[in-house]
């Protein structure tokens, strides 16, 4: 079906948290948007609304130990969607960002979550920023 | 010219900068000396100007920047960290990229890219790209064994607010 072109809506959010163990979800703020369509409540969860999205996180840290390593995903209504991020690509000698596109019929929870570590968690800097891309459904 | 169907269904203009310049040495504080734009999708790029490296951004869009260097390392525990930021009070803007060897672990780490998001609906605003902090690299956009690394690049998307 053909569908007129649209102008996507982007926000910019900020991520941050210390994990205490091998799961964990990070806190989340929103630092601008090109018109509004994220909202964050509780501290973690990013409330959507129906359309289609694209959604990256990407990862900026300091470490004690370059075996410290992190996992992290993102979670759509308590499922883990998308790309694997993390530091050392978990273990494997790169960074990368985790990474999704996903569809919303009504209204959705969209979470950041650590998923596994090496056992003890990567500093996360003032660098770290989700972006978060929308067009209508 | 358009990547493909889907993004000729989105009202945005998307094209890239690049640097002409060459083998750059670079100390923090460096600005990454932006002189090319050109088109991906749509023909936004006559209206982009740079001078020094400093980007003017027309009024009226939101932008999306993304952008990299690329470095000839002097040895494998090289690193440069760079960042947009506002060019009229020297703030940094969005986050900032960190190139580093793939093969060398560090005590930090990032993505590559220097990403941020810039409203300019109400005035143009000037940006630019400058080197936060750098350690045993030989030069920027460097010409030794360039076929395998690519050269100093920025995307920029210009949407409508």
């Given at each position: 079906m053909h569908q007129a072109p649209q102008t996507p809506k982007i926000a910019e959010l900020s991520w941050s948290g210390t994990p205490s163990g091998a799961t964990y979800t990070y806190s989340m703020s929103v630092d601008q948007q090109t018109s509004s369509f994220v909202t964050v409540s509780s501290g973690t969860d990013i409330t959507l609304s129906r359309g289609h999205y694209y959604a990256i996180a990407y990862i900026d840290f300091t470490r004690t130990a370059s075996t410290t390593n992190n996992e992290i995903y993102w979670h759509l209504d308590g499922s883990q969607i998308g790309m694997r991020g993390g530091s050392d690509h978990y273990q494997n000698e790169s960074n990368d960002n985790p990474e999704a596109t996903f569809s919303v019929d009504s209204s959705a929870t969209l979470t950041l979550r650590q998923t596994a570590w090496s056992g003890s968690a990567i500093t996360l800097t003032s660098h770290c920023k989700a972006f978060i891309w929308r067009v209508d459904k | 010219?358009?990547?493909?169907?889907?993004?000729?269904?989105?009202?945005?203009?998307?094209?890239?900068?690049?640097?002409?310049?060459?083998?750059?040495?670079?100390?923090?504080?460096?600005?990454?000396?932006?002189?090319?734009?050109?088109?991906?999708?749509?023909?936004?790029?006559?209206?982009?100007?740079?001078?020094?490296?400093?980007?003017?951004?027309?009024?009226?869009?939101?932008?999306?920047?993304?952008?990299?260097?690329?470095?000839?390392?002097?040895?494998?525990?090289?690193?440069?960290?760079?960042?947009?930021?506002?060019?009229?009070?020297?703030?940094?803007?969005?986050?900032?990229?960190?190139?580093?060897?793939?093969?060398?672990?560090?005590?930090?780490?990032?993505?590559?890219?220097?990403?941020?998001?810039?409203?300019?609906?109400?005035?143009?605003?000037?940006?630019?790209?400058?080197?936060?902090?750098?350690?045993?690299?030989t030069s920027l956009n460097n010409t030794t064994d360039q076929r395998v690394a690519g050269w100093i690049r920025a995307e920029i998307w210009r949407i409508t607010g």
């Open positions: - | 010219m358009s990547y493909s169907l889907i993004q000729r269904r989105i009202k945005a203009s998307i094209l890239y900068a690049d640097a002409s310049a060459r083998n750059i040495s670079a100390s923090a504080g460096t600005v990454i000396p932006f002189d090319g734009f050109h088109d991906l999708v749509g023909s936004a790029s006559a209206g982009f100007s740079a001078s020094s490296g400093v980007i003017s951004l027309p009024a009226g869009y939101w932008y999306v920047l993304k952008g990299s260097v690329q470095a000839r390392f002097a040895d494998r525990s090289g690193h440069v960290k760079y960042i947009w930021k506002d060019d009229s009070t020297n703030s940094d803007l969005g986050r900032r990229g960190t190139l580093i060897m793939q093969e060398q672990s560090q005590l930090f780490g990032g993505d590559e890219f220097a990403v941020c998001v810039v409203d300019a609906t109400a005035g143009s605003v000037d940006i630019k790209l400058a080197v936060e902090s750098i350690a045993n690299v």
